[in-house]
Structures are given as C-alpha cells and as structure tokens.
C-alpha cells in the first residue's frame, strides 16, 4: 500500500484566517515532505521532516509553519495567507530521507 | 544545483501509438530518476524510476532509457491509451545538495485521442 492522505481536499480561507492541512501515511515510512504546486508548474518543495525532526526548509515565509507530532502525521499550519499562495498543497513520504518519494492527493487551497 | 529540462512540453498522439519524453539534466553526479503522472485534480504518482547503474527499465507498456554520458533519460509509452492522458514529470536527484534533492522537469502534458 503506497497510499498518502490529505484533508481536507478543498479549503478556502481569508486572509485573516488560521487553518490547518492534514497528511497521514501507514507506510512506515521516515521522511515526510510539504510541496506547493501552481498550475500548469512542476511541485515545488517546502519542508522536509526526517525522523520527526524538520530536516530542510526552503525558505519558505513564517506564515507557513509545517509541524510533525508523530512518525505518521504532518500538518501544515497557515496564518495570514496572501492570494497569492493559492495552490495545490501536496504531502509526500519516502522510507527514508531521498528515498523515493510518493505523494498524495493534494489539498486545494484558494486565499481570498 | 541540478537543472533539469523537460521535452516536448505537450504531446498529442493517437490511440495505439509510442509516446517518447525526453529530460536532460545538469549534475553528472545524479543517480536517481522518477517519472511522474499527475491526472487533472490529482497528486502525481510514481509511475517508474531507474538508479544510475541501469541503462533501461521496463514496466509494461512503460520503459525508461538513462545514458549517464550524454545525460539525458526518456520515457517511453507503448500502445498509449485515453487513460494515458495526463501530465508527467520527469526529476533528478543531484548529489551537490546535502541530501540530494528532487529537481522537477517542467511537465509534459501528454493527450491521446481515440
């Protein structure tokens, strides 16, 4: 089973808003990644936890703030959001750090 | 870091026939290389991968080439069917990085027409 699950799959927020984006995975796998996808581009990646410790952040602005409470689980908490951080929203895990990597489905994010 | 360049960036062949995709990349040092499916509203899916210590791999109507010394790697598609319609993405994990990071081609959307 290669299976990553998102929550939600659709979420639109203002910009004064404080949400949440949900990644689980029971692959046992250790590494577990945040992606932003615009449309029509290639992911684009955000974080990177390994071993439930945050291994790489990719200068990402503080009003992402990516949080890992187990092996299992990834949150991605959102603060203050402009319009244009709308996008595809994407978690992927790997067996371990640079393994390779499967995704999930996405959460679609619009800013209002 | 590593550059990868993707080609053609849309493909449109009929029913039945080969799609080729070809990606070349920077780092010479890059061992690892997934291909990507990403259906409209979905997250993309690994649909194959090759290690820089194989020339080809095939999975079916799916096969990747790699040649290390040009640095280049396609993916070819057989007998393509409307359920191959979709975007793929080829990437490359480089080794100048402390952890060797996926570099993402740009994406070819890929249409088959019955």
């Known amino acids: 089973d290669t299976e990553v699950t998102q929550t939600p799959k659709h979420l639109v927020m203002g910009m004064t808003n404080k949400k949440s984006l949900k990644c689980e995975q029971h692959?046992?796998?250790?590494?577990m990644y945040w992606y932003k996808q615009k449309a029509k581009k290639p992911p684009e990646l955000m974080f990177v936890?390994?071993?439930?410790?945050?291994?790489i952040n990719e200068s990402v602005p503080s009003r992402f703030s990516p949080e890992c409470p187990n092996s299992s689980l990834l949150n991605l908490h959102l603060h203050a959001l402009q319009p244009e951080d709308s996008a595809l929203y994407l978690c992927?895990?790997?067996?371990?750090?640079?393994?390779?990597?499967?995704f999930g489905p996405g959460t679609r994010l619009t800013v209002t | 870091g590593e550059n990868v360049e993707q080609h053609p960036s849309t493909l449109s062949v009929q029913e039945g026939d080969s799609a080729v995709i070809k990606c070349t990349y920077s780092?010479?040092?890059?061992?690892?290389f997934p291909w990507y499916k990403q259906e409209l509203g979905k997250g993309p899916q690994l649909i194959i991968d090759?290690?820089?210590?194989?020339g080809e791999k095939k999975d079916q109507r799916i096969a990747v080439t790699l040649n290390k010394t040009a640095k280049h790697f396609s993916l070819h598609i057989t007998e393509t069917q409307p359920e191959d319609s979709a975007v793929y993405f080829c990437?490359?994990?480089?080794?100048?990085?402390?952890?060797?990071?996926?570099?993402f081609g740009a994406g070819t959307q890929v249409v088959v027409t019955p």
């Open positions: 992927a895990s790997s067996p371990t750090q640079g393994g390779e990597q499967y």
């Open positions: 692959m046992g796998h250790r590494a």
């Open positions: 936890y390994s071993y439930e410790k945050l291994s």
């Open positions: 780092d010479s040092a890059s061992n690892y």
């Open positions: 090759i290690r820089s210590n194989v």
């Open positions: 990437a490359a994990r480089g080794t100048t990085d402390s952890w060797g990071k996926l570099q």
